[in-house]
């Protein structure tokens, strides 16, 4: 996948954005619907409000991420989910979790080795490749980014009930095998 710098800009981003869905700092942001565009029918079908909600949530999201400062790198976070959840694994599944090619996931097993988050070991099933394998050090590591993430998404949800965070976590994990499956089939 490539994505835009903050430099670039989409045909649509280069536009000026309508008067509801530019957010000054600390105001809430409002939808298309709320703000009586044209498009109205349009603006309320939930194809399209999936669309503008999902734009903004991306540049949010890459907004909190350039803001934040994490013992992990993202990538070698997720990475490490994935070996406490599936113990030692060959690259290639590694890879294809992330919906990433084997040799970027190498580069970044390489630095997280160097750094002593994982380790190789001989696959028995298959003597020429190795599985990874998480190491104390990585776990401990991962525990620590683990927690930092959950505090800060504590402060972000402290308005939302405990059935309103389940319903949400229970459709973003809907949403996330979709998109999952939808990369994986390219």
Partial sequence: MTRASDSETSDDEGAPP?????????????????????????????????ERELAFLIRLLESAQRRQSYPLERAHYLLLILLEAGGPQ???????????????VTRQLAAMEQAGLLEKQPNPADRRSVLIRATARGIQAAEAMRAMRRERLALLFRSWDARERRTFGTLLTKFNASLSDYLLAD
């Fill in 18 to 50: 309508e008067p509801s869905t530019a957010p000054e700092s600390g105001a809430t942001r409002g939808t298309a619907a709320d703000a009586g565009s044209d498009r109205g029918a349009e603006a309320r079908s939930g194809d399209a409000v999936l």
């Fill in 90 to 104: 060959p690259v290639a599944r590694l890879a294809a979790r992330l919906a990433l090619d084997d040799s970027t």
